[in-house]
């Protein structure tokens, strides 16, 4: 054990995401997989074992080396598959972490695990994690990411715009106009975090880095038009989760499939469902656009990218699209799409995430090509502990964004000294295909595994 060995079950998005980040940092991974093309493809790319077989067999799994590997990740398309998988390389090694992505909720638990989720150290819904991505962007839309930090708190940022009551103003005095319970933590300058001086004034297109507690979202400060209408393109489990968990919005569903549309209409019957072409501009006029927050949540990415540039051309207000498979799904990122809802990436974070459990990690977030961000529990024998945020060796272009205390997040200061039970938030630029400084620092086998 401790080797650096995962094995991943299943050739897909979401393993290749993962794949891509680990197999910088010296991992040893295992891919099992039934489709050979799959597999080649993979391994071209990446420096990697396969086991072309079925993932839950006991022979694949014992000779991918279960019993000495660290982790097992099933990533399978089955659920059912992902199950016995862990049921199978837990009986054949008790040590090894089993971690699994189930596609339908109907598996999924709460509080209370049934007998079926014993061997399994932890599952995650993978439509209830992309659902999260952006919940509280649909609620507070000024805003470029909302991400939770592992306690009551968020870390945000956003754009300042040309008539926002930032500018002009030192990062010191804006921070003083803050409401309580929110500090600024970082600025975002040129395409990069920038080192955070208290005199530097803000100017416009610069991004602020917040950490808050998520109603001081809605703070006059930040608040953009808000809506109550929202526009849903193409039937997908993530369609159907926002339908389920938004019942206070109203909601309209466009599907060009008379299937679907249904299936759909039987299971969400106060739900107004069209069965149209979502390409169609002077419907999505009729149906207020302008002031909707619209989703192109299918299950075909390339319809979903179409979908949404005919949103935007019919100047909707926000416009999200969601991206399942497509491997280099940042590039949308510059484009008019107001925000990319990126599958692999946030599954990819939420495994990352729990493997960094056990050094107490609380959070360990993605956005591509703009930010990377953790939260970690500072204990008596950390490190970092009794040391000023001045004699923390970090890497360049790693920062501390703040230092939550007692509930209460402190806008940081050199001397700024951390004690036990802190919770430290660190943030870096981020680079897609390239070794990321806070990555660098938390993903190698040696500290993912023994921190």
Not at 5 to 26: K, Q
Not at 42 to 47: A, C
Not at 58 to 78: E, F, H, R, V, Y
Request: contains cysteine; glycine residues 4%.
């Amino acid at each position: 054990m401790g080797s650096g060995s995962i094995i991943i079950l299943g050739a897909t998005p979401a393993s290749e995401a993962l794949i891509a980040t680990l197999n910088r940092y010296g991992h040893q991974l295992t891919l099992v997989d039934p489709n050979e093309s799959l597999l080649l493809k993979t391994s071209t790319r990446y420096d990697i074992n396969t086991i072309c077989e079925y993932p839950s067999y006991p022979n694949s799994l014992a000779l991918a080396g279960t019993a000495k590997a660290d982790a097992l990740i099933a990533l399978t398309p089955s659920d059912e598959t992902n199950l016995i998988a862990c049921h199978v390389a837990k009986s054949q090694s008790a040590q090894i972490e089993c971690i699994t992505s189930l596609q339908h909720t109907q598996y999924a638990w709460g509080q209370t695990s049934p007998r079926y989720a014993e061997p399994i150290d932890s599952a995650l819904s993978s439509t209830l994690s992309v659902f999260e991505d952006i919940k509280n962007l649909i609620k507070h839309p000024g805003f470029r990411h909302i991400n939770h930090l592992g306690t009551k708190y968020v870390s945000a940022s956003f754009n300042v715009s040309v008539d926002s009551s930032f500018i002009g103003m030192t990062l010191g005095q804006a921070n003083q106009s803050l409401p309580k319970k929110m500090i600024l933590a970082g600025l975002y300058r040129q395409n990069n975090w920038v080192k955070f001086r208290r005199n530097i004034k803000i100017t416009e297109n610069d991004t602020l880095l917040l950490v808050s507690s998520l109603n001081n979202l809605s703070h006059p400060l930040f608040t953009a038009q808000s809506t109550q209408n929202i526009i849903l393109m193409g039937i997908s489990e993530l369609t159907a989760q926002i339908c389920d968990a938004l019942s206070e919005y109203d909601i309209t569903v466009i599907e060009p499939s008379q299937t679907l549309c249904h299936d759909f209409a039987m299971q969400h019957p106060n739900i107004t469902i069209i069965n149209d072409d979502p390409l169609d501009k002077p419907l999505l006029l009729s149906l207020g656009i302008k002031k909707a927050i619209t989703i192109a949540c299918g299950s075909d990415d390339e319809d979903n990218l179409v979908y949404s540039y005919q949103a935007k051309d019919a100047q909707g207000y926000k416009v999200f699209t969601l991206l399942n498979h497509m491997r280099e799904g940042h590039i949308f990122e510059q484009g008019p799409i107001d925000y990319t809802i990126n599958a692999p990436q946030i599954l990819c974070d939420e495994i990352l995430r729990d493997l960094l459990k056990s050094q107490n990690f609380l959070n360990f977030y993605t956005k591509q090509n703009y930010l990377q961000i953790a939260s970690l529990l500072i204990n008596n024998t950390h490190p970092y502990c009794h040391k000023s945020i001045m004699e923390i060796k970090l890497p360049e272009e790693t920062f501390v964004g703040c230092v939550i205390r007692d509930s209460q997040p402190i806008f940081t200061e050199k001397a700024t000294q951390i004690l036990p039970n802190d919770q430290i938030v660190l943030y870096s630029n981020h680079t897609k295909h390239a070794a990321n400084p806070l990555e660098s620092m938390f993903l190698s086998p040696s500290f993912l595994f023994h921190g």
